[in-house]
T-cell receptor, first 115, second 115 residues
């Protein structure tokens, strides 16, 4: 069974600094998607970034980038120039491909941004 | 587009009562999901449906049943509610189109309390 592990329950960063959130996963599949979602206090789930496993190039979205290490089964999120609005819960997620469509999440990391 | 609509937003049950959480999406998505979110536990997959007429168990299916009534609707039923089922429940749907169109949409959540 696929599992997603986020080893940092809480992280904090100073405004304008850079922070990296960790995620590892366990799978025997070769084709899958990985995601980072942000959940502010409003409970809305917001897609931050996604990575296709077959792509070697790391995904980037403005201030957000990932370090995808397929062999190590690691998928970390780097937030550059942190802003107060980045404060939220961040969830790493894994999606199987090939018809199963099973989508599982990690337990989340609470990010605090200090002014 | 309304996206993913969940009803009700809040519900209080007594132990042993039954209820159905409704979820509907108007985006013609094939895949739909039910999650529960508890503090410190992240999002845990209850059931999912890869297409109309099919459903599969997720990580925590015990005590729940689901129905994929049609492509739009995916309901979650608690036959005999227990205090351990107190949680926030999220429905989600996913577009299984081109990888570049990969998107996951969440409903706004249902806060359920079982007394």
């Amino acid at each position: 069974a696929q599992t997603v592990t986020q080893s940092q329950p809480e992280m904090s960063v100073q405004e304008a600094e850079t922070v990296t959130l960790s995620c590892t996963y366990d799978t025997s599949e070769s084709d899958y998607y990985l995601f980072w979602y942000k959940q502010p206090p409003s409970r809305q789930m917001i897609l931050v970034i996604r990575q296709e496993a077959y792509k070697q190039q790391n995904a980037t979205e403005n201030r957000f980038s990932v370090n995808f290490q397929k062999a190590a089964k690691s998928f970390s999120l780097k937030i550059s120039d942190s802003q107060l609005g980045d404060a939220a819960m961040y969830f790493c997620a894994y999606l199987t491909q090939g018809g199963s469509e099973k989508l599982v999440f990690g337990k989340g990391t609470k990010l605090t941004v200090n002014p | 587009n309304a996206g993913v609509t969940q009803t009700p937003k809040f519900q209080v049950l007594k132990t042993g009562q039954s209820m159905t959480l409704q979820c509907a999406q108007d985006m013609n998505h094939n895949s739909m999901y039910w999650y529960r979110q508890d503090p410190g536990m992240g999002l845990r997959l209850i059931y999912y449906s890869a297409s109309e007429g099919t459903t599969d168990k997720g990580e925590v299916p015990n005590g729940y049943n689901v129905s994929r009534l049609n492509k739009r609707e995916f309901s979650l039923r608690l036959e005999s509610a227990a205090p351990s089922q107190t949680s926030v429940y999220f429905c989600a749907s996913r577009d299984r189109g081109l990888p570049t169109n990969e998107k996951l949409f969440f409903g706004s959540g249902t806060q359920l309390s079982v007394l």
